[in-house]
């Protein structure tokens, strides 16, 4: 039996990443991944952004193990717990506080589509409407409450069933602009006889992950904003993957200076690719009743001891911005010179959620192909896979950085036939 042979006979067609890295890894350390052929990988794909501090990191791991290592408990529902009591004081006193952001803390299950689907069930509960907003090219989840607010056509397919109570409206620069994209939405909501139904919420990506890279500008996250308020709808950011420092700063709205009635958060707010959600919401907003919304892993203590570590080591003052500013920065010069040799090639993203899109929408998958059998893992987005998506550790070293975007630059030499192309970003 080869090595990959049980996984091709036994598991389900369903599966999806392995098809392009047909590899058995074994090992993991920082940006590096290392399969059972002794062949070693730079991580461009980052556990697709739980993994923002890398793999392994010690100032996880250890923690983690003497946790484990304890006795203490590990599955405890929604119990009270001491792993949790200084999580939940950790993410008070390092984020919420210096932000001036004054939110509940719900632990909704333990995955971005649990958080999605608690902020939805919660906007229809306070507003009493079933409508909302979300945007074309957006990914909110798989199951069907997430499914309902996200645009893919293969993903929303898979519901077998209509996925109602939910419409799509243009996302930043799909039209011609904030005027053409919100204009006839304010004139839908203040028109009476419009016969569109006043939403309960709109949520929103800054960064559409999935959906092609687009990254909304301040300026039309702020009127985004501005509008809910105006007509009493509820803002949800879905913070899942471009939350977490992914865009420079621990919320990706930061920079907008925007303060949404609910934020979704999960993949790398454990720190260490352990499941954890977070559904955070104004506490004039909490209206649950106990037990209302529920689920039986809303209690992993390992999670809370490797998401206070995480914040403790790179979020108590600042610590990482600099850093991750310098990486940021390296990453988009790199990105950049390799679009410019590419006729209609454009940079998309923001911070290191970032990728190049390719007018020739078969470039983007040979690319990752390309780059896979020189150890390097990336994966594509866009309605079409258009999109090379790149998505390294925040933790990443320069000089991993820069051989990660060498074989990239090579791989799209390759493919493109643009040779010169070849490591004029190393």
């Known amino acids: 039996m080869s090595s990959t042979e049980i996984f091709e006979t036994l598991e389900s067609k369903v599966r999806s990443y392995c098809r392009n890295w047909p590899v058995v890894f074994t090992k993991a350390e920082g940006s590096s991944l290392t399969d059972e052929e002794g062949n070693t990988y730079i991580d461009f794909f980052s556990g697709a952004?739980?993994?923002?501090?890398?793999?392994?990191?010690?100032?996880?791991?250890?923690?983690?193990?003497?946790?484990?290592?304890?006795?203490?408990?590990?599955?405890?529902?929604?119990?009270?717990?001491?792993?949790?009591?200084?999580?939940?004081?950790t993410f008070d006193r390092v984020i919420l506080k210096p932000r001036g952001l004054d939110y509940k803390v719900m632990f909704p299950g333990p995955t971005g589509t649990n958080t999605v689907e608690a902020a939805l069930k919660l906007a229809r509960k306070v507003t009493?409407?079933?409508?909302?907003?979300?945007?074309?090219?957006?990914?909110?989840?798989?199951?069907?409450?997430?499914?309902?607010?996200?645009?893919?056509?293969?993903?929303?397919?898979?519901?077998?069933?209509?996925?109602?109570?939910?419409?799509?409206?243009?996302?930043?620069?799909?039209?011609?602009?904030?005027?053409?994209?919100?204009?006839?939405?304010?004139?839908?909501?203040?028109?009476?006889?419009?016969?569109?139904?006043?939403?309960?919420?709109?949520?929103?990506?800054?960064?559409?992950?999935?959906?092609?890279?687009?990254?909304?500008?301040?300026?039309?996250?702020?009127?985004?904003?501005?509008?809910?308020?105006?007509?009493?709808?509820?803002?949800?950011?879905?913070?899942?993957?471009?939350?977490?420092?992914?865009?420079?700063?621990?919320?990706?709205?930061?920079?907008a200076g925007i303060v949404p009635d609910i934020v979704c958060l999960s993949k790398s707010i454990s720190g260490y690719g352990l499941p954890m959600a977070l559904t955070l919401f104004r506490p004039e907003l909490d209206v649950w009743t106990p037990g209302e919304h529920n689920g039986t892993f809303r209690g992993h203590n390992p999670a809370f001891i490797t998401a206070t570590a995480a914040l403790e080591t790179y979020w108590r003052d600042e610590a990482i911005v600099p850093t991750l500013a310098a990486r940021i920065s390296q990453l988009h010069e790199g990105l950049s010179q390799i679009a410019a040799s590419i006729d209609g090639a454009v940079v998309r993203g923001?911070?290191?959620?970032?990728?190049?899109?390719?007018?020739?929408?078969?470039?983007?998958?040979?690319?990752?192909?390309?780059?896979f059998d020189s150890g390097?893992?990336?994966?594509?987005?866009?309605?079409?896979?258009?999109?090379?998506?790149?998505?390294?550790?925040?933790?990443?070293?320069?000089?991993?950085?820069?051989?990660?975007?060498?074989?990239?630059?090579?791989?799209?030499?390759t493919v493109t036939g643009t040779n010169e192309l070849a490591g004029a970003a190393s």
């Not at 983690?64 to 119990?79: A, N, R, T, W």
């Not at 390719?358 to 390309?370: L, N, S, T, V, W």
């Not at 998505?391 to 090579?410: C, N």
């Open 128 to 255: 009493g409407r079933q409508h909302v907003l979300s945007f074309s090219n957006a990914f909110h989840g798989m199951t069907l409450g997430s499914l309902s607010v996200t645009a893919n056509p293969m993903k929303r397919a898979g519901a077998g069933i209509p996925l109602t109570n939910s419409t799509k409206i243009p996302y930043d620069d799909y039209l011609d602009g904030v005027d053409a994209e919100f204009g006839w939405l304010e004139r839908a909501l203040s028109d009476g006889g419009s016969g569109i139904d006043k939403p309960a919420a709109i949520i929103v990506e800054t960064v559409q992950g999935e959906g092609g890279l687009s990254a909304a500008r301040a300026e039309w996250l702020r009127r985004l904003s501005e509008l809910c308020r105006r007509y009493d709808v509820l803002l949800i950011v879905d913070d899942v993957q471009a939350g977490c420092g992914r865009t420079g700063t621990f919320f990706s709205f930061e920079e």
């Open 376 to 413: 390097l893992l990336i994966e594509t987005s866009g309605p079409e896979d258009e999109v090379v998506k790149i998505m390294p550790a925040m933790t990443i070293s320069e000089e991993d950085l820069a051989i990660g975007i060498s074989i990239l630059s090579d791989a799209v030499a």
């Open 350 to 371: 923001r911070g290191l959620l970032a990728g190049i899109y390719f007018p020739d929408h078969d470039a983007a998958g040979k690319i990752a192909a390309e780059a």
């Open 49 to 89: 952004g739980a993994l923002n501090y890398g793999h392994n990191n010690p100032q996880l791991l250890e923690p983690l193990i003497d946790y484990l290592k304890s006795g203490e408990i590990v599955h405890s529902m929604d119990m009270y717990s001491p792993a949790k009591r200084t999580f939940l004081e």
